[in-house]
């Protein structure tokens, strides 16, 4: 299966940013056809992304690198009929149409589920919104930082303390999530389609996702549970699932869930056996209770080495602990190369961020550099039937760039 369990798939990425496109570059990461059919000009405006205040500055298009690899390039104006007689016959022979567009914005431009379930009866219509399909809000747009971060409660709940300001989420926290989730439907619907032979509609949409990661705590507020205040770090209420400094400032987080097993380990492994024969922290109970006291001696614990020498400390002696980790570590981390959680692209050294799906005997395509606006308009629309006249007629109208 060296071409990909999805090899022969076709697959139309007719949407923008981040969580529609890239469910589309998993699928091609096994091996799917993927075109990506974006406006003239420009594109994609994610292609702009790396240009917005506060972000790293590169030589490389970072954003575009990591959700646009593997696919093709068509530029069709769709705002003309030519344009969207060229998608229509694109339709008609591809397998899965994706789109990020507000329902009145499919409406408008002729490519509701509607439009297009009739030219292929086997399509597997994928549509992603920020807030879903119905509703009032329905067409109103919307970012992870805003449908999912958000209106799920996470920019609240994960502040140090309720006195703190909101949390401010990164680029695409919550649309790869999304995207996952948006792949997952679009796989049920293919193994649907194996099944009865029909096509559906699926979709899915930020608010539900952003509810869905947060859903431990919002299914307590459904059934009524009562919520103790938040405090900041120093008074959290176990010392042993709390996060620490060390000597070099990097931090590391302690989550030692069979406390009464692993607590003389810790003790040991920190050379302070003498925690365990203290009676103020004799019980778990105990340690609870005066958790902020413990705390404040494991604050001055952790101080006294680096990060690496507590990492070699506490490993291979059955704690969980892990690394608190910055972007600077990433390069060079050994668990995510061996893993192919990170991977090169083809004929290049330069390393990017794998889909996180792996399968054994499917293999995954050599990631490939992502496409120009446009780049293969001419390839895709010959390759769909249509001679050189007609491209230049199509290209002459501005339906096609």
């Not at 496109?21 to 994610?46: C, M, N, Q, R």
């Not at 292609?47 to 506060?54: A, D, K, Q, T, V």
């Not at 329902?103 to 992603?128: C, M, W």
């Not at 395509?365 to 780049?375: A, T």
Request: with cysteine; charged share 25%; hydrophobic share 40%.
């Amino acid at each position: 299966m060296e071409k990909g369990i999805f090899d022969g798939l076709k697959v139309l990425d007719c949407a923008s940013f981040i969580a529609a496109p890239a469910a589309a570059t998993v699928l091609s990461d096994f091996g799917a056809d993927v075109i990506k059919i974006e406006p003239p000009g420009a594109g994609d405006p994610y292609r702009n992304l790396p240009n917005l205040p506060g972000y790293p500055a590169s030589e490389h298009n970072f954003a575009w690198m990591l959700e646009a690899r593997n696919k093709k390039s068509l530029a069709l104006d769709l705002t003309k009929p030519e344009a969207r007689e060229v998608l229509y016959k694109l339709v008609a022979e591809s397998d899965v149409f994706i789109t990020n567009m507000p329902p009145q914005v499919r409406e408008k431009l002729g490519i509701t589920y509607d439009h297009l379930a009739h030219l292929n009866d086997r399509l597997i219509y994928a549509s992603f919104t920020g807030y879903g399909e119905r509703g009032e809000e329905a067409n109103k747009p919307g970012f992870d930082s805003n449908a999912y971060w958000a209106r799920s409660g996470l920019m609240d709940l994960v502040r140090a303390d309720e006195d703190t300001t909101p949390a401010r989420s990164v680029a695409g926290m919550g649309d790869h999530p999304c995207a996952m989730a948006f792949y997952g439907a679009i796989v049920t619907a293919l193994f649907k389609r194996e099944k009865t032979g029909k096509g559906s509609h699926v979709a899915t949409n930020l608010m539900a996702n952003g509810i869905w990661a947060n859903g431990v705590l919002a299914q307590a507020k459904l059934v009524g549970a009562k919520f103790k205040k938040r405090k900041p770090r120093e008074e959290a209420l176990n010392a042993v699932t709390n996060h620490y400094k060390c000597k070099d400032g990097r931090w590391i987080i302690l989550s030692l869930l069979n406390e009464d097993r692993q607590w003389p380990t810790l003790a040991r492994c920190m050379d302070r056996e003498d925690l365990v024969a203290d009676p103020r922290f004799a019980t778990k109970a105990d340690r609870h209770s005066r958790s902020v006291e413990l705390i404040k001696i494991f604050d001055e614990i952790f101080a006294t080495r680096d990060l690496a020498e507590w990492r070699k400390i506490l490993d291979g002696n059955g704690l969980v602990f892990g690394v608190v980790g910055i972007l600077d570590d990433i390069p060079n981390d050994k668990q995510m190369i061996e893993n192919e959680v990170l991977v090169r692209f083809e004929n290049d050294t330069m390393l990017t961020v794998n889909s996180p799906i792996f399968i054994d005997g499917a293999k995954k395509v050599q990631p490939r550099k992502p496409p120009e606006v446009g780049e293969h308009s001419d390839e895709i629309l010959r390759q769909a039937g249509y001679d050189e006249a007609t491209i230049q007629k199509l290209r002459a109208s501005g339906a096609v760039a």
